[in-house]
T-cell receptor, first 115, second 110 residues
Framework: EAGVTQFPSHSVIEKGQTVTLRCDPISGHDNLYWYRRVMGKEIKFLLHFVKESKQDESGMPNNRFLAERTGGTYSTLKVQPAELEDSGVYFC?????????????FGPGTRLTVL | GQNIDQPTEMTATEGAIVQINCTYQTSGFNGLFWYQQHAGEAPTFLSYNVLDGLEEKGRFSSFLSRSKGYSYLLLKELQMKDSASYLCAAFHNAGNMLTFGGGTRLMVKP
């Protein structure tokens, strides 16, 4: 069974540009989560989808971040315009059912560098 | 608020046993997860505890005390490949999210 995949693995952009990150969850997983880890900090929750619906987006830092999950399969996270403080590693995770009855499985992350 | 504390770094010897502690203060706590993360890779699920007590999975065991807000991960018969970061994360039903500690970087030496 394929795991959670993320694309790209690395992205280097300049301040003010736009970047779109993609996450493909494990097939059949209705729950999809975005997290990020900025330099020297812990991994922090951004938002949670159940199928195509946003269940919880309380962790989104501001309106420069837009997440979508059209069709309830893969998800994208767009940052527009990117700022220096957006640099970090963006992780995606998926689960079949709501934890703790099930487990969140993480992708390898996208390392975003904003110059 | 949510607060998860774990040591930043630990060093242990191959073949030995190491215990990584984690304390938490979270509202609506509903479970404690442990993940292993090698540099540049995905966090990999190790174990979780919902009820008090010990969960054993081969060389890895995890313990939870809800009344004390305390958990630990026990690694036995350490191998060089166990050198990694170990992430403690609390799940709380206030939102379907994990709140992570900063991670403990474990270095296993020969």
């Amino acid at each position: 069974e394929a795991g959670v995949t993320q694309f790209p693995s690395h992205s280097v952009i300049e301040k003010g540009q736009t970047v779109t990150l993609r996450c493909d969850p494990i097939s059949g997983h209705d729950n999809l989560y975005w997290y990020r880890r900025v330099m020297g900090k812990e991994i922090k929750f951004l938002l949670h989808f159940v199928k195509e619906s946003k269940q919880d987006e309380s962790g989104m830092p501001n309106n420069r971040f837009l997440a979508e999950r059209t069709g309830g399969t893969y998800s994208t996270l767009k940052v527009q315009p990117a700022e220096l403080e957006d640099s970090g590693v963006y992780f995606c995770a998926s689960s079949e059912r709501t934890p703790p009855l099930d487990t969140q499985y993480f992708g390898p992350g996208t390392r975003l560098t904003v110059l | 608020g949510q607060n998860i504390d774990q040591p930043t770094e630990m060093t242990a010897t191959e073949g030995a046993i190491v215990q990584i502690n984690c304390t938490y203060q979270t509202s609506g706590f509903n479970g404690l997860f442990w993940y292993q993360q090698h540099a540049g890779e995905a966090p990999t699920f190790l174990s979780y505890n919902v009820l008090d007590g010990l969960e054993e999975k081969g060389r890895f065991s995890s313990f939870l005390s809800r009344s004390k807000g305390y958990s630990y991960l026990l690694l036995k018969e350490l191998q060089m490949k166990d050198s990694a970061s170990y992430l403690c994360a609390a799940f709380h039903n206030a939102g379907n999210m994990l709140t992570f500690g900063g991670g403990t970087r474990l270095m296993v030496k020969p």
